[in-house]
């Protein structure tokens, strides 16, 4: 009973002194901003995926808009597109390994047909003199539309993980990554990831 009502005045006790203070300390850290990104779209290019592309490139246009309202403007830009098929270790499985390509697009960067693009990739780079330096004609926007249209007659088997981990491979897509810029990646899909070492995984049982 002595205990109890030695913690009950301690819960309920006198509130009037006010607690003691310790010495504290500010410091301010100024914030630096890079404004070099490198941003990854890894889109799914399976049977189902034609709503999900759509939109995607519905969307891009307010993407690129909200990047403009960054302190400073759009900052330079890397945008590459890669797709969910890497193949299925060399089975014969239509839309993913065929004899020609038994890795699938194996984590390359993707523009298709897409006109007036000069390299793999979308690169956006501001100048000093406030002007864009570009690698294609029209605008942002429209040549993302276009990347991104990968199709539907993709792999099933979709892995987003191991094309994403193929695409930053050093050595690979040369150029699209660099040293200091920040790194971004966007998964665009409707199902689990099939990402598999073995490709027993993807041959009959």
């Given at each position: 009973l002595l205990a109890a009502a030695a913690l009950l005045a301690a819960c309920g006790g006198d509130t009037s002194t006010p607690p003691p203070t310790t010495p504290t300390e500010t410091l301010a850290f100024p914030a630096m901003l890079n404004?070099?990104?490198d941003i990854l779209f890894v889109v799914d290019d399976s049977g189902s995926m034609l709503?999900?592309?759509t939109a995607l490139a519905a969307a891009?246009?307010?993407f690129v808009a909200m990047l403009g309202r960054i302190d400073g403007g759009v900052p330079n830009i890397h945008l590459g597109v890669v797709s969910t098929n890497v193949g299925t270790g060399g089975e014969p499985i239509g839309g993913?390994?065929?004899a020609?390509?038994?890795d699938g697009d194996?984590?390359?960067l993707l523009t298709g047909q897409c006109a007036g693009?000069?390299?793999r990739f979308l690169s956006d780079l501001a100048r000093p003199d406030g002007t864009r330096e570009v690698n294609y004609t029209g605008t942002l926007a429209e040549q993302f539309s276009c990347i991104t249209a990968l199709g539907v007659s993709g792999c099933g088997y979709e892995q987003p993980l191991e094309a994403m981990r193929r695409a930053l491979s050093p050595g690979r897509n040369l150029g699209f990554l660099r040293p200091n810029a920040a790194?971004?990646?966007v998964f665009v899909g409707d199902e689990d990831d099939c990402s598999a070492s073995d490709p027993a995984l993807f041959g009959d049982p």
């Amino acid at each position: 009973l002595l205990a109890a009502a030695a913690l009950l005045a301690a819960c309920g006790g006198d509130t009037s002194t006010p607690p003691p203070t310790t010495p504290t300390e500010t410091l301010a850290f100024p914030a630096m901003l890079n404004r070099d990104i490198d941003i990854l779209f890894v889109v799914d290019d399976s049977g189902s995926m034609l709503e999900e592309q759509t939109a995607l490139a519905a969307a891009f246009p307010e993407f690129v808009a909200m990047l403009g309202r960054i302190d400073g403007g759009v900052p330079n830009i890397h945008l590459g597109v890669v797709s969910t098929n890497v193949g299925t270790g060399g089975e014969p499985i239509g839309g993913c390994s065929t004899a020609t390509e038994p890795d699938g697009d194996d984590g390359a960067l993707l523009t298709g047909q897409c006109a007036g693009i000069t390299d793999r990739f979308l690169s956006d780079l501001a100048r000093p003199d406030g002007t864009r330096e570009v690698n294609y004609t029209g605008t942002l926007a429209e040549q993302f539309s276009c990347i991104t249209a990968l199709g539907v007659s993709g792999c099933g088997y979709e892995q987003p993980l191991e094309a994403m981990r193929r695409a930053l491979s050093p050595g690979r897509n040369l150029g699209f990554l660099r040293p200091n810029a920040a790194l971004a990646v966007v998964f665009v899909g409707d199902e689990d990831d099939c990402s598999a070492s073995d490709p027993a995984l993807f041959g009959d049982p």
